[in-house]
């Protein structure tokens, strides 16, 4: 897995629900270049969230989407100020989401072994608090980086 570059990361987000982060998430893979269509995104996040929630522990979602519509594999993470119902795992809001863009015509086990880390890294108790705790972009993308 590669680093995680900071112009990935938003933080101080305001977003209501699951839905406003779907749609967030699809737009803002179209402006940092890893897809051609939000719309397409988004419907691929909902058909992933479809199978089984993306909400894990603590307060951390880590949706994903593959499609032929997202043109290179990437992580855009989102740090929310406002907790969302996400029916995840232990039934607590989530505020922390870590989303994966997967081309359609990816055939590798990457993305798996991507998904595989950062589930790990979740597991970690340190790695939660200073993610939790971060306030910026650079720390989020430091805390990362350090485990990875």
Same mark, same amino acid.
């Given at each position: 897995?590669?680093?995680?570059?900071? *112009?990935?990361?938003?933080?101080?987000q305001e977003l209501q629900e699951q839905?406003?982060?779907?749609?967030?998430?699809?737009?803002?893979?179209?402006?940092?270049?890893?897809?051609?269509?939000?719309?397409?995104?988004?419907?691929?996040?909902?058909? &992933?969230?479809?199978?089984? $929630? $993306?909400?894990?522990?603590?307060g951390f979602a880590i949706p994903h989407?593959?499609?032929? &519509? %997202?043109?290179?594999?990437?992580?855009? %993470?989102?740090?929310?100020? %406002?907790?969302?119902?996400?029916?995840?795992?232990?039934?607590?809001?989530?505020?922390?989401?870590?989303?994966?863009? %997967?081309?359609?015509? *990816?055939?590798?086990e990457e993305h798996l072994k991507t998904? =595989?880390?950062?589930? &790990?890294?979740?597991?970690?108790? $340190?790695?939660?608090? =200073?993610?939790?705790?971060? $306030?910026?972009?650079?720390?989020?993308?430091?805390?990362?980086?350090?485990?990875?």
């Amino acid at each position: 897995m590669d680093k995680i570059d900071k *112009n990935m990361i938003l933080v101080g987000q305001e977003l209501q629900e699951q839905k406003d982060v779907f749609e967030f998430l699809g737009k803002e893979a179209v402006i940092k270049g890893l897809a051609s269509d939000e719309v397409a995104v988004t419907q691929a996040l909902w058909a &992933r969230e479809s199978e089984s $929630t $993306t909400g894990m522990l603590d307060g951390f979602a880590i949706p994903h989407a593959k499609s032929d &519509r %997202i043109i290179q594999t990437g992580i855009i %993470i989102v740090k929310n100020n %406002i907790p969302i119902e996400w029916k995840a795992m232990d039934g607590q809001p989530i505020n922390f989401i870590i989303a994966l863009f %997967i081309p359609k015509d *990816n055939q590798g086990e990457e993305h798996l072994k991507t998904l =595989a880390t950062i589930s &790990r890294l979740l597991m970690k108790k $340190t790695v939660k608090s =200073a993610l939790q705790h971060a $306030t910026t972009a650079e720390e989020i993308a430091e805390t990362f980086n350090q485990y990875l």
